[in-house]
């Protein structure tokens, strides 16, 4: 049986879908670490293509493991403080503003943005 060949042979990063769940599964766990934060469907989008873009990026430089794990911790860092602006608006959900407000003074932030 001949295995399939990676996107980018030899690179921790691999394939995009696996590395677009491993950084979506960091921010998740970001938000249920602080105690069951959501967001609106409008906000999940912009993450999600957020999170996509940073996986190409990964992709396209042929990620050392080092800078997928840099990657992962970058997505929490934008989790962490998107929680910290929506608590300060006293609310558990984070919105569409909650993420361009955060993304406005975090980017540049290797490799999302």
């Known amino acids: 049986m001949v295995m399939p060949m990676p996107t980018s042979p030899g690179s921790p990063a691999g394939k995009l879908d696996p590395l677009i769940e491993k950084l979506w599964r960091a921010f998740s766990e970001q938000l249920t670490a602080a105690g069951g934060f959501s967001m609106t469907p409008m906000c999940e989008q912009h993450v999600r293509g957020f999170i996509t873009d940073g996986a190409r990026e990964l992709i396209k430089v042929h990620a050392e493991t080092y800078q997928v794990v840099l990657a992962e911790e970058s997505i929490?860092?934008?989790?962490?403080?998107?929680?910290?602006?929506?608590?300060?608006?006293?609310?558990?959900t984070l919105s569409e503003s909650v993420f361009?407000?955060?993304k406005s003074y975090i980017c540049p932030l290797w490799p999302f943005c």
Do not use: C, Y
Request: net charge positive; aromatic share 4%.
């Open 76 to 92: 929490r860092n934008l989790a962490r403080q998107m929680i910290e602006v929506a608590k300060k608006a006293n609310t558990t």
């Open 100 to 102: 361009f407000s955060v």
